[in-house]
């Protein structure tokens, strides 16, 4: 007996140690972008303030306008970072009579009439391709409106919009706005920077400042900004669109089905509830990385037309405005 135990345990070793590794590399991203943006601050703050700008009110400006951006920036990506994804609560899962149930039957269609018969108390609208109850066998639960399992984090997520290496983290109803805060306050972090060395880089490069120490992290500097401005600026564009349409990046590559079918606007309620959707009502704290996004990430306002809400039409289809 106790060598069918040891047996067992030694396949189940490097699969340990392969998981330990995959979770250790998944830090490097973060790790490269944190080593950045500290050599950003002493190459801002001191090469270029301290020992390049001979000016006294100019130093001041920048380096209070500099310490504003850098610490929304690092506030916004902490927070994405360390944001636990929300995950399915337990009146998702079978209860233990239907689970052993829906373990042992083998059909799919009995499975199916045990998933519909526990969804009807379930506010559900969305469904698989075919029309059936989205499950996770993985984390054995029903899947609500939204909600997808990611493969890198091992859970189905609330609202997934898709899993971001930068960050090591998911992506979803409990950080999506800490995301887009981090995506608006680095493009603002390197845009001030480039804006202002911009004179500088010149003067390094055309030689009318002296040759100094500063010069490598003068140049070095403007190039970083702008390479990692233009690489956000379309990713932010692309999110700021999402937020406006109310759609995750899943839903923009595949349409959620609804029971009359699939609807890319199924949860667009016209542009400004979208944007309450994920920045809240009170406009005070839009700007902050708080957490102040409607909804519980279990049901969300539904429209069910196949018309674009925001689009100016005579009348609507049937269904009317739905809330989960």
């Not at 330990?20 to 973060?30: E, F, K, M």
């Not at 003068?218 to 390479?227: P, T």
């Not at 990385?289 to 539904?302: A, E």
Request: hydrophobic content about 40%; charged content about 15%.
């Amino acid at each position: 007996m106790l060598s069918r135990i040891e047996s067992a345990r030694v396949p189940m070793a490097p699969t340990h140690v392969l998981r330990c590794c995959q979770r250790g590399l998944a830090w490097i991203p973060v790790i490269f972008i944190a080593l950045v943006v500290c050599w950003s601050y002493y190459a801002y703050v001191v090469e270029l303030c301290l020992f390049t700008i001979p000016s006294i009110l100019e130093k001041v400006v920048y380096l209070a306008v500099f310490h504003v951006s850098f610490i929304m920036f690092v506030w916004s990506y902490w927070k994405t970072i360390f944001t636990r994804p929300s995950t399915p609560s337990k009146e998702f899962c079978l209860p233990k009579s239907e689970k052993e149930q829906y373990e042992k039957e083998q059909r799919p269609e009995t499975q199916q009439e045990i998933l519909k018969r526990v969804a009807t108390s379930l506010p559900l609208y969305t469904r698989t391709g075919a029309g059936a109850i989205r499950y996770c066998d993985r984390c054995q639960v029903i899947k609500p409106d939204r909600c997808h399992h990611c493969s890198a984090c091992d859970m189905c997520v609330l609202k997934m919009d898709h899993h971001c290496p930068w960050v090591n983290n998911c992506v979803g109803f409990s950080n999506y706005k800490f995301f887009i805060l981090f995506l608006t306050y680095s493009l603002v972090y390197c845009l001030f920077i480039a804006a202002s060395v911009l004179q500088y880089f010149i003067k390094f490069w055309t030689s009318d400042l002296p040759e100094s120490h500063a010069k490598f992290h003068v140049l070095f500097l403007f190039f970083v900004a702008a390479m990692f401005c233009i690489s956000i600026l379309s990713l932010f564009t692309y999110h700021l669109w999402l937020v406006g349409k109310n759609r995750s990046t899943i839903e923009a590559f595949r349409a959620p089905v609804f029971r009359n079918g699939p609807d890319k606007n199924g949860f667009s309620l016209g542009f400004s509830k979208n944007i309450a959707q994920v920045f809240g009502d009170q406009k005070l704290y839009w700007l902050l990385p708080v957490f102040t996004s409607q909804g519980d990430g279990f049901s969300f306002p539904t429209r069910l037309v196949t018309v674009d809400p925001e689009q100016p039409t005579d009348c609507l289809q049937p269904g009317g405005l739905d809330k989960g």
